[in-house]
């Protein structure tokens, strides 16, 4: 059986989210693997949630938002972002999570385009890593 | 413009710039730079006595109102219609502001004691309940595109210079002539400079056909030149526009559909000797052309301004991919940001002519008045809440808070967040220590439920994911 990647999404409502709408809109040739969160600011997004994504079976996560500085609808909410994903980069290949399978960036309204390359690439480079399994191995700890 | 000028209930700031913006919808507090004119605007009754008795008999510096064309004194009224009708000062130019050592004459001709060359830069707060941005365009730089030869060939113009040749109020008071003084015989106007072009624009400029044309039938009234169109589609929408152009197809100006390669001085015919050669494919009949002329007149198209990025930034609203600034919806809400109480007008939006920005503008005032008379917002649900018994009062939140909207509440010992200034990002609900904070609509609770249900495994062993 082909392994099929399951994806999550976070994106802002603002830049990201209305790229990737005006993507479908247009039409533009993305795989159905990514899965897209609504948040308002990507400020918004806990890295908690990118954990969580994993750890319920995604083998890839996507945060992308507003360019900083200044494309931000919130002033600066992205560069809360800037400052918490590093951070959460490194807490992921503690456990163990390839680099390719997180992405973090920066995606205008305007970049429509940007957004089905995006989706399109990591859902390869995340194909290429193979299935994460993270959700039977915190399962098979529990046990 | 003079009855904005007269009307009570307006103010205008002139030769002014927002150093910024505080606040929201119904509670704008704007700083604004009042820049010196050196003169008493209260006081000038743009008698231009002031400007007959300057030091320099003669006037000497480019005018900027006539693109250059013209030349103006230190002392100056910017242009005839001026609203207020108040002079100003050049301080780069007025020798008296460079040196203190003039003679001052124009002070001495003014029976109104308006000049005070110590005028200095106020700032004014202004308490405002909404803002219109009406910032206009940039027109494009045709020196951009060297194969034009703007800036190289002294009779290549742009069609903003032209237009101020056929203004009767106009340098040469209407005459449309070289830059030798003599009248061309024979006129190239090029369309689409800076528009609909993947080197610079790849917007249509939308009035550059129509002015282009309107300059085809100045400059051959005006001059009986032959008059040669170079354009990629003619684009004439709008009340009577094809009717115009339909009547310039029976004046016989020339069209020639194709995109001009070149404007060179070098001449391979005896009759190119001594004019400008526009070089272009003339798409229609397939064949490359060279066509003489002595004059070349650029369409440039419209460009956001300069500093429409800090701009955007200073009023919280966005760009679109084009540059202008970003409506809350391209069919829907033309006129409205997605800052509430920031409306947009005219070319600052995107390009348009004069009917739409009318329009345009209408609709931002309109929109300004219905939102002030009903003296009270919507405001959307989806804001941030404290748990009060929750809160830990660590006050990580309130720096964090992009628009100062939590406040702590000493007696309590807890943040409140306002709802008035609240824009929901969810920034505090993602950096509370406690987790006392909710985003709502956007709770911990709704997008891990949204993370799961999306990651479920489907019951069917062959079913589709979920």
Redesign the interface.
């Known amino acids: 059986m082909n392994f ?1 990647p ?1 994806i ?1 999404a976070f994106l802002c409502n ?1 830049c990201t989210y209305t790229a990737a709408d005006a993507a479908g809109v247009a039409r533009m040739e993305q795989p ?1 693997n990514v ?1 897209v ?1 609504r ?3 990507t ?4 890295p ?2 990118v954990l ?2 994993f750890a ?3 083998d890839g996560v996507i945060v992308s938002g507003c360019h900083p ?3 931000c ?5 992205n560069f ?1 972002t800037f400052r ?1 994903m590093p951070l959460l980069e490194r807490v992921l290949s503690q456990f163990g999570i390839e680099d390719g399978r997180f992405h973090w960036g920066w995606i ?4 429509a385009p940007k957004w089905a390359e995006l989706a399109r690439t990591f859902t390869e480079q995340v194909r290429g890593l193979g299935p994460l399994n993270w ?1 039977d191995q915190l399962a098979s700890k529990e046990d | 413009m003079m009855d904005a000028g007269r009307h009570p209930n307006i103010t205008l700031l002139t030769n002014s710039e927002v150093a910024s913006v505080s606040g929201y919808v119904g509670n704008y507090k704007v700083t604004v730079r009042k820049k010196p004119r050196y003169i008493k605007e209260e006081l000038c009754v743009g008698c231009l006595q002031c400007v007959d008795g300057c030091t320099y008999k003669e006037a000497k510096f480019a005018d900027e109102f006539q693109m250059g064309l013209g030349k103006r004194k230190p002392i100056y009224l910017p242009f005839p219609q001026a609203t207020p009708q108040v002079v100003l000062i050049d301080p780069e130019r007025c020798i008296q502001m460079k040196t203190g050592k003039c003679k001052k004459t124009c002070a001495a001709a003014c029976d109104r004691n308006a000049i005070d060359f110590e005028q200095k830069e106020e700032t004014v707060e202004v308490d405002v309940g909404a803002i219109i941005i009406a910032t206009g365009f940039k027109p494009f730089d045709a020196s951009r595109l060297p194969y034009y030869g703007y800036g190289k060939y002294p009779n290549v113009y742009t069609g903003l210079e032209v237009e101020r040749l056929t203004s009767a109020s106009g340098p040469t008071a209407g005459e449309v002539i070289l830059r030798d003084g003599t009248r061309p015989k024979s006129v190239a106007i090029i369309h689409c400079v800076g528009s609909r072009d993947e080197k610079t624009n790849r917007y249509c400029s939308r009035v550059c056909c129509m002015y282009s044309l309107k300059l085809a039938h100045m400059v051959k009234d005006h001059t009986g030149a032959q008059v040669y169109n170079f354009y990629i589609d003619m684009r004439t929408p709008g009340k009577s526009y094809e009717e115009f152009y339909d009547k310039l197809l029976s004046e016989g100006v020339r069209f020639i559909r194709g995109r001009v390669a070149e404007v060179t001085d070098w001449a391979i015919r005896p009759e190119e000797e001594g004019k400008l050669v526009i070089r272009a494919e003339d798409t229609l009949i397939g064949v490359v052309r060279r066509i003489p002329v002595d004059m070349v007149i650029l369409s440039t198209g419209l460009e956001p301004q300069a500093d429409a990025a800090s701009v955007a930034s200073m009023f919280g609203i966005s760009r679109s991919a084009d540059g202008f600034f970003a409506e809350a919806h391209p069919k829907l809400r033309p006129v409205e940001t997605n800052t509430d109480g920031v409306y947009l007008a005219g070319c600052a939006q995107g390009p348009r002519d004069v009917p739409d920005t009318v329009a345009h503008a209408g609709a931002a005032a309109s929109m300004t008045i219905a939102l002030l008379n009903r003296g009270q917002v919507t405001i959307s649900p989806t804001v941030a809440a404290v748990d009060e018994k929750l809160c830990s009062a660590c006050k990580t939140c309130l720096s964090i808070c992009p628009y100062q909207a939590i406040v702590f509440n000493a007696d309590k010992n807890i943040a409140v967040v306002n709802d008035a200034l609240c824009k929901g990002c969810g920034t505090c609900a993602a950096a509370c220590p406690a987790a006392a904070i909710t985003a709502r609509h956007f709770s911990d609770e709704q997008i891990v439920a949204q993370i799961e249900g999306l990651l479920r495994e489907p019951k069917t062993a062959e079913g589709a994911r979920p």
């Open positions: 099929e399951k999550i603002w159905a899965d969160i948040v308002m600011c400020g918004r997004i806990e908690m949630f969580k994504a319920e079976g995604a500085p200044g494309d609808h919130y002033t600066n909410g809360k918490r205008s309204g305007a970049e959700k």
